[in-house]
Structure formats: structure tokens, C-alpha cells
């Protein structure tokens, strides 16, 4: 199982070829696709014409359950991001807690997420 973040996707709908959304498309083939509820309101909230992928995506990708304590524990790790002085970004917090609450590799191509690796135990999938 892995996760992806919303660049991935977004490189995904638009038929842009690259390593990360041919991961992408291993994943999604093999139905081992979870994504993050946070991925969601973002694609959402992206200047794209919605077309079928974009709406598998949107209506059929299985998500990351929210479990208890979620919200106190993402705002812990944007919060321990911010004290170390690196950006930290809302929505990667709310993406990178869900991928670490359920042990899920993270698909991405921002570098930022690297920060939640190296200081919040989030893992980053290959590509």
C-alpha cells in the first residue's frame, strides 16, 4: 500500500509521464492506492478541468481512516516542523500524519515532505 500527495495526482490527471505517477499507476492497478482525506479537499480546490480520472480519484480512491487524536497529532508535528524553523505547510501536515497513523508510505515529489521524514517518521515511498 502506498499514499500520494496531491502533486502526484494532479501530474497523474493532467497525462504527465514521469517515475512518480508510473508509481502511481502500479499502485492504482494493483489497488494499493489509500489516500489521504486531506489529498481529496485539495484536488478539490485545483484549477483543473474534471475529467475520469480526476473523478476515480475524487469518488472511488479508498482514503486513510482519521483515527482518534488525528487533529492534536498533526498539529504537533506542523507545530514541531515550525519550531525547527522549516515550513510546514496545513495540508502536507494533515498528509503526512495520515500516511504516518496507518504506516503508509508517502508518493510525492515536494521536497518538503522530506522534513516530515526526517523529524516525524513519516516514510517516503520509491519510485
Known amino acids: 500500500m502506498i499514499s500520494a500527495d496531491t502533486s502526484v495526482l494532479i501530474d497523474f490527471i493532467n497525462g504527465i ?3 512518480h505517477v508510473k508509481r502511481l499507476e ?3 492497478a494493483s489497488e494499493n492506492l489509500l489516500l489521504a ?3 481529496i479537499t ?3 480546490g485545483i484549477k483543473i478541468k474534471p475529467d475520469d480520472r480526476w473523478n476515480m480519484l475524487v469518488q472511488e480512491a479508498p ?3 482519521i483515527y482518534d487524536g488525528y487533529w492534536n497529532r498533526a498539529g504537533n508535528l506542523r507545530r514541531k ?3 525547527l524553523k ?3 505547510r496545513l495540508g502536507d501536515a494533515l498528509i503526512a500524519q495520515s500516511c504516518i497513523d496507518h504506516d503508509v508510505p508517502l508518493l ?3 521536497l518538503d515532505y522530506k522534513l516530515y521524514a526526517k523529524h516525524g517518521g513519516l516514510k517516503l515511498a520509491k519510485v
Open 17 to 19: 509521464e514521469n517515475h
Open 37 to 39: 482525506p486531506a489529498v
Open 42 to 44: 485539495e484536488l478539490y
Open 63 to 65: 482514503l486513510l481512516e
Open 108 to 110: 510525492s515529489r515536494d
Open 81 to 83: 516542523l515550525l519550531l
Open 86 to 88: 522549516h515550513k510546514a
Open 26 to 28: 502500479e499502485a492504482i
